[in-house]
């Protein structure tokens, strides 16, 4: 009866129908596909460096390191002239042998382990003191050295504490191959966050866009540096404050003129990639959108040229994180071009297409058209394991968003997305690419269509395998919530406990650390203990004293959970000994007084239940359970949780005249008779629910007042509730109402002197003798039986004995004879 429902994703989706309470876990959401590198938030994040594609971070753009095998051939190298002794060379200058060392540097640190040896040995601090060389040649080769030694993570530490930075900034803006090696070198060194901060400080980044001015349509060379400066600067870009610094510059304006203008694909394609790693931040992606980003990127798309195609995908990728983007994206047939590139066979193009209409199926217009323009289909072909991982997760992460969508769930049903999606748990595959199947699943399982499609695919034993090792946080969370929603049915409770999936779940709730995935499996355990094979199996798994556990958490979300599992646990007789046995009361009792409804509905709900077993009763009492539970009838709002609480202290009242006494003095009675009053003052319900939970509320009152003052004359005469008693046997109340109702006043009126005595005139008094004689002709003998025992006790008193005859009481009691 009790958990509460994750948050829905992109739109709504109606979870199941409530059994014994539980309610369905709703979709993932937008936040849910960004973490798992599916919606391409663009959120930034730094330390990773753009060295290759497979290897980048999420989101930005795939620009790799620069290596240079040499910069000049060595017998380009300027040497001494000849002369000066007899028939020999002069010795070779200082200069000459420095060139001549830094270009064998240059050649021998292209492998990855003379960098380290060359940084070992000294090498580059002096490489760094030579920057400062008056011979443009050494200099040269010296930047060619350090080019191939910036490949190195702890050679860019060592430069910028060598303070070579500043000093490889000194040189932008050298004239022809010195020019381009410095913007190679910084290239490198910029590919981690502590020297893009350092390039930035230093000045670099804005000598580099002074340089980035639109060259003369036949200046090669130009266009060469050009390009190398995009390439450097896109680099630079994925640090936030430098996506800033570019931003006050003017760099946006510079190179959204170069995307528009540039006659040179690679210009093209680097400017595409700058525009990528700028549009992680939220104010670039404005300006890039103001200066009409969106539509010269989605024009690339329908190059001939896939590298570009590529460039733009990604830049897309990130710009269309805002609605804005994407609004013009689609309607500018951008959506057209990237399903269109979905069938072209380069997996990293296809993935960035398929990253994009993730972010397009964000909007409800952007999947109707992905699904007319044949995209599910697309998308789901690249499930298939022909495809790197990298590229199945591109697309389970758009198919994710698009299964938010009735319609879309139909369209995956029919072309067998299922079983391609449940392949997808397999758990040789990546932890990610996992979970973001097992979210898709927990969409598609939201709808009875998609239940029955994902177990016949063999997906409950596979989101249970899910929970075990090769797991993480992510993909637990995900398999728990896929199963929380096929667990909300009755068909395949069952299946999910034969498959392991409860001792699976309990696992995970006892080793987890995660909230969210402890919601998730407390949510699935919940709705599985609505049957009783499914009780006993927790039970036996040794639940019990780990709920007991959870429902102490700091996280309130977990200790809701937790309670509501217990509360449907308790049906069993067994449990309920469990909990007193492993010390729940005292938690459970101090939950009655928290803040948060969710978790007061949930224990108010197990009390009823616990307090069935008299061993149970004491020790509540002795806890102080009365209290608390006299509180909420006061200050509760849900219906529910008031009945609960009611039928409780009826239980307790039940077992003990001490026990009956207590509850009176915490002043049970005038709280019962105040919120029967309240109930019966307000409007009928014309809603059915909420007009039976509004009956129950009353039965649960009146069962309260009977057992709180039964054979107890004290409580008899406080209890001032008798005409809210007498009006309910007056009014169409349910059989339930009017049996309780009976029986209170049936208790009340039991004794001949005090409270009883003065009870049986307030009845005859508030008009209850002609409905208790109505009453008597009722349809069920429950109601028929308190009628006439209450009528018994009023006799008692002589004017309501004559009352009683006059109103035709009697021939209705001597019919009950031939009953």
Not at 280 to 301: H, P, Q, S, T, Y
Not at 392 to 413: C, H, P, Q, Y
Not at 575 to 593: C, D, E
């Amino acid at each position: 009866l009790a958990a509460t429902r994750p948050e829905m994703a992109a739109v709504d989706v109606p979870p199941g129908e409530p059994a014994v309470g539980a309610k369905a876990p709703a979709i993932a959401t937008a936040e849910d596909a960004a973490a798992a590198s599916v919606a391409a938030a663009p959120d930034g994040g730094g330390g990773s460096e753009l060295a290759s594609p497979t290897t980048r971070s999420p989101g930005r753009a795939g620009v790799p390191e620069l290596a240079t095998h040499c910069a000049k051939r060595m017998a380009t190298l300027k040497t001494s002239a000849r002369g000066g002794r007899r028939g020999g060379a002069q010795p070779a200058s200082p200069e000459a042998l420095r060139q001549t060392a830094a270009n064998a540097l240059a050649q021998l640190s292209v492998d990855h382990e003379t960098r380290d040896a060359v940084r070992q040995a000294g090498g580059l601090e002096r490489l760094v003191a030579l920057l400062e060389s008056p011979a443009e040649e050494v200099q040269l080769q010296t930047l060619a050295a350090l080019t191939n030694l910036a490949l190195s993570d702890h050679n860019k530490a060592e430069l910028r504490r060598l303070e070579a930075i500043p000093k490889v900034i000194a040189l932008i803006g050298a004239r022809g191959k010195l020019g381009e090696k410095v913007i190679e070198v910084l290239w490198n060194l910029g590919s981690q966050d502590e020297n893009r901060v350092a390039i930035l400080h230093a000045g670099g980044i804005r000598r580099l866009l002074d340089l980035l001015v639109m060259p003369d349509d036949n200046d090669d060379e130009r266009w060469s540096l050009v390009s190398l400066l995009l390439g450097a600067l896109a680099n630079l870009a994925i640090h936030p404050e430098c996506q800033a610094a570019v931003r006050e510059a003017g760099g946006i304006e510079k190179v959204m003129e170069l995307l528009g203008k540039a006659v040179n694909d690679r210009t093209i394609e680097r400017a595409a990639n700058f525009l990528e790693n700028l549009a992680l931040d939220r104010e670039n992606r404005e300006v890039i959108r103001k200066l009409e980003g969106n539509l010269a990127l989605v024009r690339l798309l329908w190059s001939e040229n896939d590298a570009l195609i590529c460039a733009a995908c990604g830049a897309l990728k990130n710009l269309t994180t805002d609605e804005e983007s994407r609004a013009e994206v689609s309607s500018h047939d951008g959506l057209k071009a990237l399903v269109e590139t979905l069938r072209k066979v380069d997996p990293i193009l296809v993935g960035k297409a398929a990253e994009c209409l993730g972010n397009l199926s964000l909007e409800p217009e952007g999947r109707s058209q992905i699904r007319e323009l044949g995209g599910v289909h697309h998308l789901l072909a690249l499930l298939d394991e022909e495809w790197p991982p990298e590229t199945r997760l591109a697309a389970a992460g758009a198919i994710l968003n698009l299964a938010v969508e009735d319609e879309s769930k139909v369209r995956i049903r029919e072309l067998e997305g299922v079983p391609r999606l449940v392949n997808l748990l397999e758990k040789s595959l990546p932890v990610t690419l996992r979970a973001v199947a097992a979210m898709t699943l927990s969409n598609l399982s939201a709808d009875e269509g998609g239940v029955v499609a994902v177990a016949a695919a063999g997906g409950i034993a596979a989101l249970v395998q899910c929970l075990g090792e090769p797991t993480d946080d992510m993909l637990q969370e995900k398999a728990a919530a896929a199963l929380w929603n096929l667990a909300a049915g009755e068909s395949l409770k069952a299946p999910i406990r034969k498959a392991g999936g409860i001792t699976a779940l309990i696992a995970a709730l006892e080793v987890s650390s995660s909230v969210a995935t402890l919601e998730n499996c407390l949510g699935t355990l919940l709705s599985l203990a609505e049957t009783q094979e499914n009780r006993f199996a927790i039970s036996q798994e040794g639940a019990v004293s780990l709920l007991i556990r959870h429902v102490e958490s700091e996280h309130a979300t977990v200790t809701e959970g937790a309670s509501g599992v217990i509360w449907n646990l308790a049906h069993e007789e067994t449990v309920q000994h469990s909990v007193r046995q492993l010390g729940g009361f005292g938690p459970l009792i101090a939950l009655l007084s928290r803040e948060e409804p969710g978790i007061r509905f949930n224990v108010a709900g197990a009390f009823p239940l616990l307090t069935e077993l008299e061993d149970n009763v004491r020790e509540a009492f002795d806890l102080g359970v009365v209290e608390p539970l006299v509180r909420l009838l006061a200050m509760e709002d849900n219906s529910l949780t008031l009945q609960n609480a009611a039928q409780t202290l009826g239980n307790i009242a039940e077992v003990d005249a001490e026990y009956q006494s207590a509850i009176a003095h915490a002043h049970a009675l005038e709280r019962l008779a105040d919120l029967l009053t309240r109930t019966l003052e307000q409007k009928p319900e014309v809603d059915p629910d909420l007009r039976t939970k509004r009956q129950e509320l009353l039965a649960k009152c009146c069962y309260a007042v009977w057992l709180i003052c039964q054979q107890h004359e004290e409580n008899q005469s406080a209890f001032d509730g008798i005409p809210a008693l007498v009006q309910l046997l007056q009014a169409d109340c349910e059989e339930a109402v009017l049996e309780m109702a009976a029986g209170a006043i049936c208790a009340l009126c039991e004794g001949r002197t005090g409270g009883p005595k003065v009870n049986k005139d307030r009845v005859r008094e508030e008009q209850g003798l002609p409905p208790l004689i109505r009453l008597l002709e009722h349809e069920s003998d429950a109601v028929k039986l308190n009628a006439a025992k209450t009528l018994c006790h009023l006799a008692e008193n002589e004017e309501n004995s004559g009352l009683i005859r006059e109103l035709g009481g009697l021939d209705k009691i001597v019919y009950l004879l031939h009953h």
